[in-house]
């Protein structure tokens, strides 16, 4: 095996405690162990933070805020700053990769490349922004002399609650954006997957950002996450995860009206058009539900095959799909990792019960590997409906539930595809630029994608409907972390 993940195994083993004011606490001393899914064996453990944690934390990032070392520091040396950080993640890329492989299950080559290749491009994203985050010189209709214009200031102290399917990612890209936008953070990393954010604690010290600018309170949702949600010193709460927990995020959040941001579940729809270029799609379409094992937000759950190419298309999904090999991360050639926990697995394992008791008709998959670890076979069903959870509901695992479509009727087509609380991505197949842009228009979903997909920071994302609340990537990403200030100015 690759000696990377012993030297990963060791970072994570040594890796504990909150981190405040530029320190390592211990805390209360209590702790939550972390396990490797695909070995269900413990890993290293996170100390279990609660209010004490989270007040020292927001304290500290309150005093980093305000202190003229980061309130004064001049925008060219926050972009440094960033691309200082980002260059040490790249420096360490095969380390963290390895660490998100052993505590989050992805397989190796998809966690250098989506996890902290995303990772590095989106702090290099958001380092551009700092000296650029301009507002608007304004034309000015009352009486007298006036010169109008606005500001983009930062909000304060950001909490950052991260979910456990892409961790480094999410973390980094809340963190960069953040930081961009002048802000101070405290970061709740997910307690199924949080070792790369501690690491990211290290090297945010490493690149030189002053004490308490970023902070990282580890623990449990219920104790740590809340606390850091209840608590009067946070100014702007930036959530990704459950849309029930995004819920009941808001609602704890009114009080003192924080500003919250919330990336959340989805159901989006994959639809291949019949004159698409089929050799592109089908490799896609699969990955597009598949890949994490199924654990993405926008991940294309549900597939619309036009019936003129329904039966080749499934055929060649099939053949695609049973070619994946699921398996350890850490092995070569491996394409699907496990799941994140038992609980999530058998939550997955129990939607196959339900789409087999509502009449839709397993092709491939359907089966869990023997253990250890939480693998569930990529599953595909046929002649599902809209009445069945498998098509509803978010899964959050290799499931995917394929209708057809008939012809040319592009209104009935977006209102199935948008018959769903989620919106967050649409993905559409066709070599017809009409039939392109009109699904563009016609998909209520924060992100449409036609003939292909990736992860581009410049542009925005974020969901429609239930999908969420706000935007992150993009200006709109970094103007999430910002109030907007008036001043006129009579002479
Ligand atoms: P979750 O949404 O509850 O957890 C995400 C993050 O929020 C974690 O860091 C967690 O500690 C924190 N959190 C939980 N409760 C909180 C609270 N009351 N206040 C503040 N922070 C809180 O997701 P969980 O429980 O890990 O998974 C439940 C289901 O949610 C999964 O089975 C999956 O289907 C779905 N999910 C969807 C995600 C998405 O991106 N769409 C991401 C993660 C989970
Ligand atoms: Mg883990």
Redesign the pocket.
């Given at each position: 095996m690759n000696p990377i993940f012993d030297t990963a195994r060791a970072r994570i083993a040594a890796l504990s405690g909150h981190f405040i004011n530029g320190a390592w606490h211990k805390g209360s001393g209590a702790t939550i162990p972390v396990l490797d899914p695909a070995t269900e064996t413990a890993i290293g453990a996170i100390a279990a933070g609660g209010a004490d944690e989270v007040d020292q934390a927001v304290r500290a990032a309150r005093r980093a805020f305000d202190a003229p070392s980061w309130s004064a520091m001049p925008a060219a040396e926050r972009e440094r700053l960033l691309l200082r950080l980002a260059d040490l993640v790249e420096e360490n890329r095969d380390e963290l990769a390895a660490m998100e492989t052993i505590d989050n299950g992805m397989p190796y080559g998809v966690s250098r490349m989506m996890a902290v290749g995303s990772a590095i491009s989106a702090i290099r994203y958001h380092a551009g922004w700092p000296r650029r985050l301009t507002g608007e010189t304004v034309p000015m209709s009352v009486p007298g002399n006036w010169h109008g214009y606005t500001t983009h200031e930062a909000l304060g102290v950001a909490a950052l609650?991260?979910?456990?399917?892409a961790p480094f990612a999410i973390t980094c890209t809340k963190v960069s954006a953040a930081l961009a936008a002048g802000c101070t953070v405290v970061l709740?990393?997910?307690?199924?997957a949080p070792m790369s954010g501690l690491r990211l604690a290290e090297l945010v010290a490493q690149a030189g950002f002053p004490e308490g600018v970023v902070n990282v309170v580890t623990?449990?949702?219920?104790e740590?996450?809340?606390a850091?949600?209840a608590h009067p010193g946070i100014d702007k709460i930036s959530?990704?995860?459950?849309?029930?927990?995004?819920k009941?995020?808001l609602h704890?959040s009114v009080g003192d009206l924080k500003r919250v941001s919330l990336?959340?579940?989805?159901k989006s729809a994959s639809i291949v058009f019949p004159d698409a270029d089929l050799t592109r799609a089908i490799p896609a379409v699969a990955m597009g539900i598949f890949g994490n094992s199924g654990?993405?937000?926008a991940a294309g759950s549900r597939l619309f095959l036009h019936e003129a190419i329904f039966d080749r298309f499934i055929e060649g999904l099939v053949a695609f799909t049973q070619n994946l090999r699921v398996g350890p991360g850490t092995q070569d050639g491996v394409a699907l990792g496990p799941l994140?926990s038992g609980?999530?697995r058998d939550?997955v394992m129990g939607y196959i019960e339900a789409g087999r008791a509502e009449g839709a008709t397993l092709i491939t998959g359907g089966d869990a590997p023997s253990g250890p670890g939480y693998f569930v076979n990529p599953t595909i069903f046929v002649d599902a409906d809209p009445s069945m959870s498998i098509v509803r509901e978010?899964?959050?695992g290799p499931i995917l539930s394929v209708m057809k479509f008939a012809d040319d009727d592009l209104d009935d087509l977006a209102a199935r595809a948008n018959d769903s609380i989620y919106g967050l991505s649409a993905y559409v197949w066709t070599a017809n630029l009409g039939h392109a842009h009109a699904m563009a228009k016609k998909l209520r979903s924060g992100s449409v994608k036609i003939n292909g997909s990736g992860m581009e920071f410049a542009l925005p994302f974020g969901g429609f409907r239930q999908s969420g609340l706000g935007r992150e990537h993009g200006r709109h990403g970094v103007e999430a972390f910002t109030e907007v200030k008036s001043v006129m100015v009579g002479w």
């Open positions: 609650i991260v979910p456990w399917n709740k990393p997910a307690e199924l623990g449990t949702g219920a740590a996450g809340a850091l949600v959530f990704t995860g459950s849309t029930a927990t995004g009941a995020i704890q990336e959340l579940g989805g654990q993405v937000c994140i609980p999530q939550k978010e899964i959050f």
